[in-house]
């Protein structure tokens, strides 16, 4: 079935409104009413049974500064919390109205009942989403249209919710084997900056005392430590730099970013990882894609922004240029070397059967218990080599300071 594109609406600006007023039986209530103007408050009031008596804006704008952030896991829960109202009956807009107010986080909760209120009003669930880009991206919004037009939104909210978990969990397992490597510089950093600036100027102190000539390692490392201990706020503020031109960087310039990524893909031990979760990700977003009855063309459109990778984002883009010319997807991944054989033979087998996105889950599933197997794997190889790493540094230095030491004994 053919699936509208949902237009990107910039979203009003809301304001939380204090009122007070009586409602129908005559009793006075207060409290806090969101609307984009004082108008739409008190019309707001109107159609709940309460006649206004004072209505005021308070100062901060709804989204305003100073709220907690709202997360990808933020909106993986809540799709689950939706999904799961949804199938047990409880209407749309009672839905979000339910989970909006419960959320602990301030600034989803009023996200979710800037979008209840959109909802209310008339506009369809997808455009109400769509109007917050940076939370709900073009994908979910097509399966969200999908399941609309379908009449099976209920469905399509299950399907979100399944691939939303998967995801994170998937990011979460990349983020746990990258964070030892980091962990491993890290550390060594800091405790080879603290030996240099408080450790080695005690040594050369009392190297003073000696007379004789040092040796050129034992030099070296005084120079190094010298040099830190005098330039320290220029070698602090050169890394804050460096680490921020290139985050920069990495973001503005496309060219950069798939070299980072490309090379990324070749580190040993690494690299067998993100080829992974990037091999999962694909066929977890592309079999919910095509299990909603999404078309083939744009179901790859976004599934190129989902990959988590610019190299396989590119390679998906040709795919779909492939595809729109009538290639089966199965040749078309055949001709790119970063699938695995049996990526491809898999994909084939559910093209002939009809079942493609049942295929491409199984394809998930064992990519994505790789990327766990192969994350605890590296979590065992990293403990002892963050203890080598930080042994040899530390070792290197002590060896420098107690040579001459060494030499002395020897002499004497």
Not at 22 to 30: C, F, H, I, S, Y
Not at 82 to 109: C, K, W, Y
Not at 265 to 270: G, N, Q, R, T
């Amino acid at each position: 079935m053919a699936v509208t594109a949902v237009q990107k609406q910039k979203p009003e600006k809301a304001y939380v409104f204090t009122w007070e007023g009586v409602d129908r039986r005559g009793a006075r209530v207060k409290g806090d009413v969101r609307a984009s103007s004082l108008a739409m408050a008190r019309a707001d009031l109107r159609r709940q049974g309460v006649s206004p008596h004072k209505v005021r804006k308070k100062a901060q704008p709804l989204f305003g500064s100073g709220k907690q952030k709202i997360t990808s896991q933020d909106i993986s829960i809540f799709s689950r919390q939706l999904a799961t109202m949804m199938a047990s009956g409880v209407p749309l807009v009672q839905s979000f109205d339910i989970v909006g107010r419960g959320h602990e986080n301030e600034a989803m909760q009023e996200m979710l009942l800037a979008i209840k209120q959109d909802i209310e009003s008339g506009t369809a669930v997808a455009a109400a989403l769509g109007k917050h880009p940076d939370h709900f991206d073009e994908l979910v919004c097509s399966l969200v249209a999908a399941g609309e037009q379908a009449g099976v939104l209920d469905v399509l909210l299950d399907k979100i919710a399944t691939y939303k978990e998967k995801t994170e969990s998937i990011k979460g397992k990349i983020k746990k084997a990258l964070f030892y490597p980091i962990s491993v510089i890290v550390v060594a950093v800091v405790v080879t900056a603290v030996i240099l600036l408080f450790v080695i100027p005690q040594f050369k102190s009392m190297f003073a005392s000696f007379g004789a000539d040092l040796p050129a390692f034992t030099l070296l490392v005084i120079g190094l430590s010298d040099t830190l201990r005098e330039w320290w706020w220029i070698v602090g503020l050169g890394a804050a730099a460096a680490v921020f031109g290139l985050k920069k960087f990495y973001q503005k310039s496309a060219a950069f970013r798939e070299g980072i990524e490309r090379a990324s893909l070749k580190i040993p031990v690494i690299g067998p990882i993100l080829n992974k979760a990037a091999l999962a990700r694909f066929a977890r977003t592309l079999s919910t894609m095509f299990a909603a009855g999404v078309p083939m063309v744009e179901a790859l459109d976004s599934v190129s922004g989902a990959t988590g990778n610019v190299v396989y984002a590119n390679v998906v883009k040709q795919m779909r240029e492939d595809v729109a010319t009538g290639q089966s997807l199965q040749l078309t991944m055949h001709q790119h070397d970063i699938f695995p054989h049996m990526v491809v033979q898999m994909t084939a087998i559910g093209e002939e059967s009809g079942a493609l996105d049942d295929m491409l889950s199984k394809v998930a599933d064992f990519y994505e218990e790789e990327v766990d197997n192969a994350v605890d794997a590296l979590s065992s190889l990293l403990e002892p080599l963050i203890m080598v790493v930080i042994g040899g540094l530390v070792g290197s230095l002590v060896v420098a300071m107690y040579l001459p030491i060494f030499k002395l004994a020897a002499v004497v």
